[in-house]
């Protein structure tokens, strides 16, 4: 709970949250209100981008090809699932297999595919299919242009490949203990403490700074 307080700090301080993840809308959703955020969220890698008060979210695909080629994956490699995992039924941009799966078969096979144009990448919950021009960094992009603002003032946290456009992006980048390796070794900073124990000093950090800016 010191991670979920820590985020809740920014928010009371007037520094906006966004959550930027590989996750469905109401999923999402669901955190969005437990954190008690105020900031437009970033779903399915980019490919989802919604506000509660915004008449309609932005879809920035269609996941109808993902799911095609999940399809005929399924046929073509033993032990892959079509159906893949639970959330899928609420996907909107995109389709996610099981991240046990063989990714590099799948990748091989995606290759000499009628849907070759797809990107495939693996994070710790799932291997996504997904058009080529979708991505965190992408999707952020395009919110940041919606909401006005700019990418110099923003700092992002990530533990995943999936998070590496965002980095490339938001340039201030921090790694939490536990990450992949490639997100490592692009962040700007590699926290010293695991996953969700990152946020507290971060946040303690921020806050610090930003009294400094105003003093």
């Given at each position: 709970m010191e991670a979920v307080q820590a985020v809740r700090e920014l928010e009371e301080a007037g520094i906006p949250v966004v959550l930027a993840t590989g996750n469905v809308r109401p999923i999402t959703y669901g955190l969005w209100r437990f954190l008690g955020l105020s900031?437009?969220?970033?779903?399915?890698?980019?490919?989802?981008?919604?506000?509660?008060?915004?008449?309609?979210?932005?879809?920035?695909?269609?996941?109808?090809?993902?799911?095609?080629?999940?399809?005929?994956?399924?046929?073509?490699?033993?032990?892959?699932?079509?159906?893949?995992?639970?959330?899928?039924?609420?996907?909107?941009?995109?389709?996610?297999?099981?991240?046990?799966?063989?990714?590099?078969?799948?990748?091989?096979?995606?290759?000499?595919?009628?849907?070759?144009?797809?990107?495939?990448?693996?994070?710790?919950?799932?291997?996504?299919?997904?058009?080529?021009?979708?991505?965190?960094?992408?999707?952020?992009?395009?919110?940041?242009?919606?909401?006005?603002?700019?990418?110099?003032?923003?700092?992002?946290?990530?533990?995943?490949?999936?998070d590496l456009p965002m980095f490339e992006l938001l340039h201030w980048s921090v790694a939490v203990g536990g990450a992949f390796e490639s997100v490592s070794e692009a962040a700007s900073v590699v926290s010293p403490h695991p996953h969700g124990a990152t946020f507290p000093p971060l946040v303690e950090a921020i806050l610090a700074r930003k009294a400094g800016d105003v003093a």
């Open positions: 900031a437009p969220m970033c779903c399915e890698n980019g490919g989802v981008l919604w506000h509660p008060d915004w008449n309609e979210p932005v879809l920035r695909a269609s996941a109808t090809e993902a799911k095609e080629a999940a399809v005929w994956l399924a046929n073509e490699i033993d032990g892959v699932n079509p159906h893949g995992i639970v959330t899928n039924r609420w996907r909107e941009s995109e389709w996610c297999l099981y991240p046990d799966e063989p990714l590099e078969a799948i990748v091989q096979a995606v290759q000499r595919s009628p849907w070759a144009h797809l990107s495939v990448v693996r994070t710790g919950f799932a291997i996504h299919l997904m058009e080529p021009h979708l991505s965190k960094g992408e999707g952020l992009s395009v919110l940041f242009e919606k909401m006005g603002w700019s990418v110099d003032d923003a700092l992002c946290v990530g533990d995943a490949p999936n």
